[in-house]
Every structure is written in C-alpha cells, then in structure tokens.
C-alpha cells in the first residue's frame, strides 16, 4: 500500500499563515481502479490563490496546489507510466487520480517530452503563471506599441513575464516590487526599462517623474493603495487588467477588503479596469504556451525560480511567496 | 447694442452651490461679424456635469451649459437667421458665436425641423443625455437578453433612457432613486420591473431579494457606496459602465474623492468596469438620434422634464438638480 504525505488545511488563516494552520498527515492510498493512474508528486506550485481561495477550501481538506507528478502505474491508457503530468492535485507526494478536472480547475494533462526546458517550467511560464501573464494582459489591456505599461508584483511569477511580454510588444515597462535586488534583476536581466521599490520610495512622486505621460496599461497584482495610485496616474483611455489584489489577502475578510479607490477618475480619464480568472481563455491555452515556449527558445523571455528542497518545506515556500521572499516562481522540489 | 444676462462662476463651492457662488450680471455684446451670428437663449440645459467640472473652469467666468438659442442675426450662412440651434454657449440670454467648437465640446448645431417633438427635447432624449444613454449602456454593458440591469440616478435625465433601452433589449430593469414619487413614474410609465428608494431601504438586502441571481449590468450615475454594494451583487462578467459618480460632487475634493470598494470581486467575479466621456462616440451621434427619435415616435421611449421658468431662477434649477429634486431632464425656460 502507498503511503501519501498531505499538508492538511487545519485552522482558518488569521492574518498570515501560521505553522499550526497546516498539519502534514499522512495517508493510505487505495490501490488504483480501471481509469486511474498513481503518480508521484515531483514538483509542487506554490502561488498567492492558495491563500486567496482558504474560504471556498474546506477546514480538513488537502491544502489546495497544482504539481508535476511522474506516472507509477497507470490503468488509464492517456496516462502511460513513466510520462509526467501537471494536475491539480494538492500539496501531496502521491495521487490516485484519473486525470479529470476538479473545483473547476484544469484536467491533468501530459506534459510533453521537451529537451531544451526544465520540466518544472510547466507550473510556471508554460502552465497557469504563464497563461495568466500571456491572456490577463494582451487580451485585458490590449497594449500598443510604444504605451507605458505598469506591473505591480512585478518580480512574481506572473509579474516577471507580464513585463518582458510588454517589452516585447514594444511597450515603456515600470516594475514595481518591495526589494532593490528585485529591481536589479528586472532592469538587468529582463530589460525592463523602471523600477520602483514601493517600500523605500513615494510611488505616487516616482511615476509622476518617470510617467510623465501617463500609465497607459496597468496589470495589477497587488491592489489597495498601490492600485488607488495608480488609478490616479493612468492616462486617458487607460486600461487595468486586476489579476489579483496580493496585499489584502492576508486582511481578515480579504476577499470583501475595501480599497479607496478615486473613482470619479474611471469617468474623467474613461478608465477600463477589468478583473479575469485566467480559465476565461482555457480553449486558448495552447497558444499562449506554444508562444511562450517560442519566446523562451528565442531567448525574448527569461525566467527564475525559486526552489524549496523537501515536501516537508512546502510551508516556508508557502509563507515565503506571501512574504514576498520569491524572485519568479515559488515552486517546492519533493 | 446687445445685452446679455450671465451667470458668473463667482466663488468656489464647498459643498452644495450656495447663492453667492454665482452672480448674475449683465454684459454688452459687440456687433456680429462675418462667420457669427446673434442668438436668444430660449432654454438652458441643467446637469450634473455643471458642478463636477467647476475646477476646470475659471473663476469669474460664464458658468458653462448647453441651451437651444434663436438665432436673430448671422453673418455665416450655416446658421440662418429664425433657426434653432443647440450650442455650448454658457449660461447667458444672448451670444454671439460663430458655431464652432469650444472646450473640446461640441459645435453648435442646427436643430431639424420636427413637428412631432418638441425643441427642448434637443437638450435631453436627442442631446447629450440621449447619446449618454444609448452608447454609455449599450457599448459599455453590451445587454444581451434576459439580463438583469440595475441603473442608479435612475429618474434623472440619462438613467431614465438607460432603464427603458435596456427594457427595449429584453432586459429585467431595476431602478435606483430617492423618493418612492419617482419609483413609481419608473414602474407605472416607463416600465422599469422594479424599484428601490435607496433613501428608506438597504440596498443590499433588497438587491438580495429581488436580483437572486446577480446582477449583469450596472449603468452607475452616482458612485460611492451605492457602486461598492453593487460591486458585491454583480454576476460572474458583470459589467459596470461609470457615467458619474454624482454623490460625490459636492464633496470637497470631489475628483478624487476615495470610494472604498471591494476589489477583489473584480478578480473573484470577473467584472469590468469602465468610465465613459460620451464624446468618444462622436462620430455616432448621428445614430444615437436616429435611434432614440424612432423609439419617441414608436412609444417605446418617453421622457419627461422639469422646467423652471424663467433665466434668473436658473441657480434654483441648478440646486434642485444637484438635490434630485428633478424628475428626468431639467431644464430652464428663458
């Protein structure tokens, strides 16, 4: 019989998470059925939703997470052993499963056999992370060449590409994130062209010297003040793609948080803000990762992460990622 | 020699207009020269826009308004003396303009001959609160059939077009006012589903009730807590189209004054929200007259407005408005 290890969401969140809100149990795995495959967790995702979503996850439940798993034994002939898949699986080392959706995520699906790019890439830059960056902001902003783009988060996961997409596109790219090495980073390494430390500098002083025009996109991951500032500094026609609101997650009622917005702004600048749940555009995933991947291979997008060795670890990364502790994707190596 | 009355722009509002904030005075006006023409006000046009545009507007100016004016003499042969125009021309009895565009506003415009409506309609239903209504709901919110549509500011001069256009489309149409006087015109004449005074009920709880199922479209006249609670009701790829937030014009920064609202909903439920300056569909007017015009002729759209007698009580007329006192368009008959 295989035994799995869970993180079990234990206690309701109180801010930020603390030790005793997860407990690491483990678990007696059934054998598999007709249709089922056992596979074992490779890589786990760790991503901000995870917080997001406590209030629809029930106390007693496996903490919610995407993983990378390698098929043990397979009664389930799209899933062949020894092939890999990304499934949402939870934060577990093994998995009966049968490939099928659940909570309205994504299916398991194969990962392909891919020489020049790590398997792990497939929780980030060519799985959700990298859905969410491709769709939540050419298809929400509908950016131009030559218009000022602002992403906040901008040294996350999504955040990194959202910006080198933006360059891409020939836009003007400001980054914002809490740490000047984040910033080194970003300008040197992925070409953004500002940045803007939000915990040591005035954002609204900054943008009104390097955006003197205007912000004419702004892909917002953070919300509260940060998007109230911005709000004020978008240009006429302005367009905010809201793909999370990062800083009132950890407020108790995070999810009815408000935040002062000026909203006499969305009339007089004719401001679009629009929020999106990247499955909107599921029929379309193949080509956000067939151009992402392209756009790696051509060397245009670079990415980073950050690795937490051992299951037993996946809190730290967890609490790590919220902290604003991870340069690009959070992901934990079982 | 020609005098005009004019309300200056006297004094700065703090909060409501009070008497002094405007003074009436009178001016000579010079003879007209080729390309103008002389013409009477004969009525003035009353909105909300005149309150939240007093910062742009010079101190010891004319108050701006749109009016429909006879014209008495012209030296342009565009505008041919007995005709009416429709012209951007302040709140005075007599000008001399030579039809061209001011402060990004319209030109003035000839009014067609119609016999079946009458001329001030020009400043409402087939004016600038027409074209509001038509491209701000239909653009924005995009209505499909069977949709549920909340507008706010519901009985004044834009909402109560949305309401009946969105009916038109096969919408379920809530209106949203002050007194259960204007429920019931919305109800009995114009055809609105439902109604609630936002002044003797709690909007949430009433919204619970008789919007189950969320709400699709929200055509937003007034912002501040009535767009937060809003925000919460909306269905999943709600769509918010902000004309004005006219709660807050008389606040004292009213530009920028903070509304707090839930911002994660945006993510959670996909929602847009856009603001609006009617003149980005210029272009269309055409249609958006055209339109409203066959819906008067076919009964399916039907107006109403309050009209105050009389240039000198065009300040009652202003603060009426600004107190919701009108019941569709005011205006003022010179």
């Not at 603390?18 to 007696?28: A, N, R, S, T, V």
Request: charged share 25%; net charge negative.
């Amino acid at each position: 019989m295989v035994k799995a290890k869970v993180f079990i969401y234990n206690k309701e969140y109180e801010g930020l998470p603390k030790e005793g809100d997860l407990i690491l149990k483990e678990e007696d795995l059934p054998p598999i059925e007709d249709g089922e495959f056992l596979a074992k967790a490779v890589y786990l995702s760790v991503e901000p939703f995870m917080r997001s979503s406590a209030s629809v996850v029930p106390l007693g439940s496996v903490l919610i997470a995407f993983q990378i798993a390698k098929i043990l034994e397979s009664k389930n002939p799209d899933f062949p052993v020894d092939r890999y898949v990304v499934g949402f699986f939870g934060c577990r080392t093994y998995t009966v499963a049968n490939g099928k959706g659940s909570m309205g995520f994504l299916a398991a699906h194969l990962i392909p056999d891919l020489e020049d790019v790590p398997l792990s890439y497939f929780l980030g830059i060519l799985g959700t992370p990298g859905n969410t960056a491709y769709f939540g902001f050419l298809e929400v902003c509908q950016p131009k060449k030559g218009e000022t783009v602002v992403v906040s988060g901008a040294a996350g996961s999504i955040g990194c590409i959202v910006g080198q997409i933006a360059k891409i596109k020939g836009c003007k790219v400001i980054g914002i994130a809490g740490s000047d090495e984040k910033g080194k980073w970003l300008m040197d390494e992925l070409g953004f062209d500002d940045f803007i430390n939000y915990k040591t500098h005035d954002l609204d002083e900054v943008l009104t010297q390097i955006a003197p025009n205007g912000v004419d996109c702004y892909f917002d991951n953070v919300g509260g003040k940060t998007t109230a500032i911005l709000i004020k500094h978008m240009s006429d026609g302005g367009r905010i793609s809201v793909c999370g609101t990062m800083s009132t997650y950890n407020e108790k009622d995070g999810k009815s948080f408000p935040t002062s917005l000026p909203l006499f702004c969305f009339v007089s600048k004719q401001i679009k803000m629009e929020g999106f749940l990247v499955y909107k555009w599921i029929d379309r995933f193949p080509e956000s990762v067939q151009q992402n991947l392209r756009w790696i291979q051509e060397g245009k997008l670079k990415y980073r992460e950050t690795v937490t060795e051992g299951f037993e670890n996946m809190f730290q990364a967890f609490l790590g990622m919220l902290q604003g502790k991870n340069f690009g994707k959070a992901i934990v190596k079982i």
